[in-house]
C-alpha cells in the first residue's frame, strides 16, 4: 500500500507516516484526516512514497481527504520546511502556523468564495421533474445561464432545492476566481515627480530581471514610499502580484489609501491582525488564484502562497515587529529574502535607519545599496538640541526650555509632538515616608498605575490590582505616583496649554475599533495642538504641521545590558525626529537628557544615523556579536526554578563542541513573568552551518529530556533581543 508522510500540528520535530488504500488523485500539499493519539487531527500530505522505517502492521490508514486540490504547492511546501530547519522549529507546527484557522482546523478552502451554479451535461437534457421548485430551477438556470448561489437564493430557490438537484448530478457548483485585473491596462492615480535620487532607484530596480536585494536607505521624508509605488507599477502592469510588508505600527489608513488612491483598477487586499478567520481565507485563497494584485500585511503576510509573486517590498525593515515573539519565533524581513529568492523576483528594503545586520550585507555587496539624502519636501534638514537636564527643575518631566519651545511653537500655528514610551500615568506608586514601591506579585517588576482605570496593570503579565490606600509596610497615606507616563503628561500638557487640543495616541487611547483613524484624522486637520504617545505615533506617519518634537527620557537605552540597545535607541531617535519638517521648514528636535556629552547621542545628532551606525558595526565586529557572528538563545521558564536550572545546565556538554560557544545558564534580565523563573542559554557561533548542525541535535536531545513537559522551553534563532 502506498505511504504517505504527512506533518501534524504537534510540538515534535518529525513528520508522521500512514497508509492509504489508494492514491487516486491525492498529491503533496493536499490535506488528510488522521487518527493520532485516539483523536482526529488534520495533516498535510509532504511526500507519497512506498517505503517506511516504521513496520508496517504499525501503521494506522487514514481516514479521509479533504482537499481535490492542493492548498500548498510544491514551492511553497519547500519554502516551509526550510523554515521549519532555519528556526529549529517543529515541522507540523511550523506549517500549521502558515496556514489560515480553518484550514487548519479542516474547513474547505473556498468556504468564503460564493460558487457559481451551472447546468450539467445531463442537466441541460431539461428532464422532467416532479418537484415544480426542482423543475423551476432548472428553467432558470437554462434561459439565464449560470448564476451565482448568493443571487439564486434571492431569487426564492431553498438550499434544499439545490442541494437535490446536486445530489441528482443536473446541476454544480464551481468557483469562478476572477483575475481580469491582469487583462487591464494600469489605470493610475496622480503622481509627483521623482527627484534624480528617487528617479535613478526606480530605474536601477526596474532593469532588474530576477532577484535581487535593494537596501533603499533614505532619511525620513526622503519619499521612500513614493520609490515603492513607481516600482510597483512596473510589476502590476506586467499581470503580476506584490507584497508590501509594514509594521502592524505602521499599517494604518493613511498608508493603504495612498495605495488605493494610485493604483485605482487594482484589487488590493490587507492582511493584518484584527481580519476574522474567515477574512483572512477569503485574502489567502485570493492570493493563491491570482486574484488579487497587492497584499499589504504585517509580518505573517510573508506566508502568503501567491499564483505569480513579482515584487516584495518591506517598509521600515528595521523596525522589531518583524521578529515574532511566540511559538514560530521567524523573522518576516529575512524570510522576504529566500522568498524573494525562490520566486526570483527583486526584494526592496527600506527605511531610513537600517538594521546593522542589513547594513553589513548593503556593504559587503550581498544587498545593493541605495541611498536617498534629500528630504522630498523640505530642503533644509531638522536642527536638533541637546536639553542638559542636570540641575534642572522639572515638570511632569519637561523642562522649562521644552516648555518654552512648545509656547512658540504652539503660537505659530504648528503642531508639538511629544514622545514618551511609557503608557499609564507613572511606571509605580511609592510610599512618601518609608520610600516603599508597589511590585507585581508575580513579575520582577513593578506594576504600573493607570488613573483613569484607578488600577495598578503589569504590562509583563496582565494582572491588576486595586491602589492601595496605605502603605502596607508603615500604614502611611502619602502614597505618590513616582515616574511619569502618556497618561499623565496629557493631564499636565492640558491644564498647561488650556485652548491648545491635546490628541494621546498609545494602546490605551486606541483601544476602541477606530479610534486610533479618528485621532489620525484630528491631527491632520491642522493647526495648532500637542501631540502626546508612544512609538505608536512615532513610525509610518506623515504630520504635515508637526513643527517640533521633544523626546523625553533618552537616557533610558544608554545603558542597557542588551547588546542592541544602543542601536534600537538611535533608530527611534531618528524616527521620531523625522516626524517634524515634513511639509516645507525645517522641524526642531529637543532630546533631553543627563548625558549630553555621551558620545552616541553626540555622533547622532552631529553625523546622522548612517555615520552612527557604520561605528556601531566596528564596535560590533572587535566584539564577535551579530551581525559578525550568530546567535542562538534557548529560553527556559517553569514556576520551579530548579527544573530550570536543571533542565538548561544538562544542555551544557562536558566537552565543548567544536566551533561553537556557550554562555549561561544566566538568568533573564526579568527573572520572574507572571509567576515563572526564566533562564536562558546563550550559543554563539561563526559559521552558521555548524550552528544548525549543533540545532538539530540539541533540539532533538531537549524533546527527549525527562524535564521537557515540566519547563516551557523555545529556540530563538537570530533573536532581536536577550529578555
Avoid at 507519497?48 to 511553497?76: A, G, R
Avoid at 538640541?385 to 521644552?402: A, E, F, R, T
Avoid at 500604614?475 to 491635546?502: A, H, R
Avoid at 557604520?614 to 538563545?633: D, G, K, S, T
Wanted: glycine fraction near 6%.
Amino acid at each position: 500500500m502506498p505511504i504517505l508522510e504527512v506533518a501534524i500540528k504537534l510540538p515534535l520535530h518529525r513528520t508522521f507516516d500512514y497508509l492509504i488504500s489508494e492514491i487516486g488523485d491525492l498529491r503533496p500539499g493536499m490535506r488528510v484526516q488522521v487518527s493520532f493519539a485516539n483523536r482526529k487531527c488534520t495533516a498535510l500530505v509532504l511526500a507519497i512514497k512506498s517505503h517506511s522505517d516504521v513496520p508496517p502492521e504499525k501503521l494506522k490508514t487514514i481516514s479521509s481527504v479533504l482537499d481535490k486540490q492542493p492548498v500548498l504547492t510544491p514551492p511553497h511546501i519547500a519554502f516551509l520546511q526550510f523554515v521549519a530547519q532555519y528556526y529549529c522549529h517543529p515541522i507540523g507546527d511550523t506549517f500549521f502556523t502558515a496556514l489560515p484557522a480553518v484550514l487548519r482546523e479542516g474547513g474547505h478552502p473556498d468556504k468564503t468564495q460564493i460558487p457559481t451554479i451551472s447546468l450539467t451535461e445531463k442537466g441541460k437534457t431539461l428532464p422532467t421533474l416532479r418537484s415544480k421548485k426542482q423543475q423551476a430551477l432548472l428553467s432558470q438556470l437554462t434561459h439565464g445561464g449560470e448564476i451565482k448561489l448568493s443571487e439564486l437564493k434571492a431569487l426564492g430557490f431553498a438550499a434544499q432545492t439545490i442541494k437535490s438537484l446536486e445530489e441528482k448530478a443536473l446541476i454544480e457548483q464551481t468557483i469562478v476566481h476572477d483575475k481580469d485585473w491582469t487583462e487591464q491596462t494600469l489605470a493610475l492615480g496622480d503622481k509627483p515627480t521623482l527627484n534624480e535620487q528617487q528617479a535613478t532607484i526606480c530605474s536601477a530596480v526596474n532593469a532588474q530581471q530576477g532577484y535581487r536585494t535593494f537596501l533603499v536607505e533614505g532619511v525620513t521624508g526622503s519619499g521612500k514610499t513614493e520609490v515603492y509605488l513607481q516600482c510597483l507599477e512596473n510589476v502590476l502592469a506586467q499581470g503580476k502580484q506584490a507584497l508590501v510588508l509594514v509594521p502592524e505600527i505602521g499599517l494604518t489608513p493613511q498608508t493603504v489609501n495612498r495605495f488605493k488612491k494610485r493604483f485605482q483598477n487594482m484589487p488590493i487586499d490587507l492582511w493584518h491582525s484584527n481580519l476574522t478567520d474567515n477574512e483572512r481565507l477569503h485574502t489567502w485563497r485570493r492570493a493563491e488564484q491570482g486574484s488579487n494584485a497587492l497584499v499589504i500585511g504585517t509580518r505573517s503576510a510573508i506566508f502568503l502562497p501567491f499564483k505569480h509573486l513579482g515584487m516584495i517590498i518591506v517598509d521600515e525593515e528595521h523596525d522589531s515587529s518583524f521578529k515574532q515573539q511566540d511559538g514560530l519565533k521567524y523573522h518576516a524581513r529575512d524570510l522576504a529574502v529566500y522568498r524573494a529568492h525562490q520566486q526570483q523576483c527583486p526584494l526592496l528594503l527600506g527605511t531610513a535607519t537600517p538594521a546593522l545586520d542589513t547594513l553589513q550585507k548593503a556593504l559587503s555587496n550581498k544587498y545593493q545599496l541605495l541611498s536617498l539624502t534629500k528630504r522630498a519636501q523640505t530642503q533644509q534638514d531638522n536642527q536638533f538640541h541637546l536639553v542638559d537636564m542636570k540641575g534642572q527643575p522639572q515638570q511632569c518631566g519637561l523642562s522649562p526650555m521644552s516648555i518654552h519651545w512648545m509656547q512658540k511653537t504652539l503660537n505659530r500655528g504648528k503642531q508639538v509632538m511629544v514622545f514618551l514610551n511609557r503608557r499609564g500615568f507613572a511606571p509605580t506608586l511609592m510610599c512618601h515616608e518609608c520610600g516603599w514601591l508597589n511590585t507585581c506579585q508575580h513579575c520582577s517588576t513593578s506594576a504600573t498605575y493607570h488613573r483613569a482605570m484607578n488600577r495598578l496593570v503589569c504590562h509583563h503579565c496582565g494582572e491588576q490590582d486595586f491602589v492601595p490606600k496605605q502603605c502596607p509596610d508603615c500604614g502611611s497615606t502619602q502614597i505618590i505616583p513616582n515616574g511619569v507616563g502618556t497618561e499623565q503628561l496629557e493631564q499636565f500638557l492640558t491644564e498647561q496649554f488650556t485652548d491648545i487640543p491635546l490628541t494621546r495616541i498609545d494602546r490605551d487611547s486606541t483601544r476602541k475599533k477606530g479610534s486610533l483613524e479618528s485621532a489620525l484624522d484630528e491631527i491632520n486637520q491642522g493647526g495648532a495642538r500637542i501631540l502626546v504617545g508612544t512609538q505608536m505615533l512615532a513610525k509610518g506617519h506623515h504630520f504635515a504641521d508637526v513643527s517640533l518634537v521633544i523626546i523625553l527620557d533618552v537616557d533610558s537605552g544608554l545603558y542597557s545590558c542588551d547588546f542592541r540597545a544602543t542601536e534600537q535607541m538611535a533608530q527611534l531617535i531618528t524616527q521620531v525626529a523625522g516626524r517634524a519638517g515634513r511639509a516645507g521648514e525645517a522641524g526642531t528636535v529637543l532630546l533631553q537628557t543627563h548625558f549630553p556629552e555621551h558620545p552616541l547621542l553626540q555622533d547622532l545628532i552631529n553625523n546622522g544615523y548612517g555615520d552612527f551606525a557604520r561605528y556601531a558595526l566596528q564596535e560590533r565586529e572587535e566584539a564577535l556579536l551579530p551581525p559578525f557572528a550568530h546567535l542562538v538563545i534557548i529560553r527556559a521558564e517553569a514556576t520551579n526554578v530548579n527544573f530550570v536550572l536543571r533542565f538548561l545546565s544538562d544542555l551544557v556538554p562536558a566537552t565543548p563542541y567544536p566551533g561553537i560557544q556557550l554562555l549561561g545558564p544566566i538568568p533573564a534580565p526579568l527573572e520572574r513573568i507572571a509567576g515563572k523563573y526564566r533562564y536562558q542559554l546563550h550559543i554563539h557561533a561563526q559559521q552558521r552551518p555548524v550552528l544548525h548542525d549543533y540545532l538539530a541535535q540539541l533540539a532533538r536531545y531537549m524533546s527527549e529530556h525527562e524535564l521537557a513537559n515540566r519547563v516551557k522551553w523555545s529556540i530563538d534563532v537570530d533573536p532581536m533581543d536577550t529578555y
